[in-house]
């Protein structure tokens, strides 16, 4: 199994530009069937809070990301900003199988705001996972639990993922370059804490208002660095062993002393 982490600049709302740096990105990458494509936070717009015109009201984000997993026929996570009843929206990570299948769309339990983004988007109320792979046939799978990007500092999101099962955790973000080491601290202790792997999906370059410092990285569940980009416009493609996370909580079974939330569950 293989994860491709799409780090790219994005073009400030400009769907269609940033649907083909998506393309020009992964086919130097070169994913295979049945890999794993995260992409960061509002891939399609970088964060805008102008979602009148960054929604994805006729649904070319979601049939963009329909076809990259059919095309690719990977799973592929996802992100885009949709319009609610009323005056505000969610962002949103969907996510899609490798037959074109939509699998689930987490909606972004914490609005950043500090970054003003509760004054466009609406909080969402659930966790939710997918599979990765062949899951329970003997082949190997993994159960994904994503997030976007400010969840990165609630740890008890993390915590009631695992308890539905999340081996992996996959985020896509928006990460200023002022909060890079955050960023990356946060993301090796959900890993350790979580026993679980983790993807850090962040973009690069620049908006009208902040500047990204990149830092993608992937995770082990020992809180083992897997691979990690600096700033540079890239794909970090890692391999995944899916069975690494069952035989790490079984060897030093933390995750069974929990007590706070619940007892965990594997």
Not at 95 to 105: I, N, W, Y
Not at 164 to 180: E, T, V
Not at 206 to 220: E, H, K, M, N, V
Request: hydrophobic share 40%; with cysteine.
């Amino acid at each position: 199994m293989r994860a491709h982490l799409v780090q790219m600049m994005i073009e400030w709302e400009d769907r269609h530009k940033n649907f083909d740096r998506v393309k020009f990105l992964l086919a130097e990458a070169g994913p295979n069937p049945g890999d794993l494509i995260v992409l960061p936070e509002m891939f399609d717009s970088g964060f805008s809070l102008n979602t009148k015109r960054t929604a994805d009201s006729e649904n070319k984000t979601l049939d963009f990301l329909r076809d990259l997993a059919i095309q690719t026929e990977c799973t592929v996570q996802g992100g885009r900003t949709v319009l609610q009843s009323g005056q505000l929206a969610t962002n949103t990570a969907p996510v899609f199988s490798p037959t074109g299948s939509q699998l689930a769309e987490y909606a972004k339990i914490h609005p950043f705001s500090f970054g003003r983004e509760p004054e466009a988007f609406q909080a969402g109320n659930e966790i939710v996972t997918y599979p990765w792979g062949e899951l329970g046939d003997g082949t190997g799978g993994l159960t994904v639990c994503p997030a976007i990007c400010y969840d990165l500092r609630f740890p008890e999101l993390f915590r009631l993922g695992l308890l539905k099962g999340a081996q992996m955790f996959a985020i896509g973000a928006n990460w200023p370059a002022a909060r890079a080491e955050h960023w990356r601290a946060l993301l090796i202790a959900r890993a350790i804490e979580n026993q679980a792997f983790v993807l850090g999906v962040n973009r690069t370059g620049s908006d009208p208002y902040l500047q990204y410092r990149g830092g993608t990285i992937a995770i082990g569940p020992k809180g083992d660095v897997l691979g990690e980009l600096g700033d540079e416009q890239a794909v970090l493609s890692v391999d995944i062993d899916s069975g690494e996370v069952a035989e790490w909580r079984k060897t030093f079974p933390a995750w069974q002393d929990l007590r706070l939330i619940g007892p965990g569950g594997d």
